[in-house]
């Protein structure tokens, strides 16, 4: 019942796949995520589809899976929201990350590029 959708980033010498989770109604939890690939000081915003209503969580896990951080958490009262979060709140280095969005029982991945 979920399907995978892929973005191809070409980076100078380097091949970055970002996957997105796909809703069985085939919806994602995140449309956008930009800048990407971002730096450690700049803000992300993230772009939810008309899916994503009541409590949410937002986590970044690395490549292997362990939890470095709840990067924010709330309750989203409107549809197509958009999360501004400041990197530079969280002190990460470059790399690739896993960022989570969960909202109620569903959770969607993406990777987060740092450079």
């Known amino acids: 019942n979920k399907g ?3 973005q191809v980033i070409k980076l100078e010498n380097t091949l970055n796949v970002l ?3 796909v809703l069985p109604n085939n919806q994602t939890l995140i449309e956008i995520i930009s800048p990407q690939p971002a730096t450690a000081h700049q803000t992300i915003q993230i772009q939810l589809s008309n899916a ?3 409590k ?3 986590s970044l896990y690395s490549q292997i899976g362990s939890k470095i951080v709840t990067m924010q958490s709330g ?5 197509k929201s958009i999360i501004n979060l400041p990197l530079s ?3 990460l280095s470059k ?3 896993w960022l989570s969005l969960k909202v109620g029982k ?3 991945n993406t990777k987060l590029i740092i450079n």
Do not use: K, P
């Not at 309750?75 to 549809?79: D, V």
């Open 52 to 54: 994503v209503l009541g």
């Open 75 to 79: 309750e989203l009262l409107e549809s």
């Open 4 to 6: 995978w959708c892929f």
């Open 89 to 91: 709140d969280f002190n």
């Open 106 to 108: 569903e959770t969607a």
């Open 95 to 97: 790399g690739v990350y």
């Open 19 to 21: 996957e997105h989770e």
């Open 56 to 58: 949410y969580e937002i």
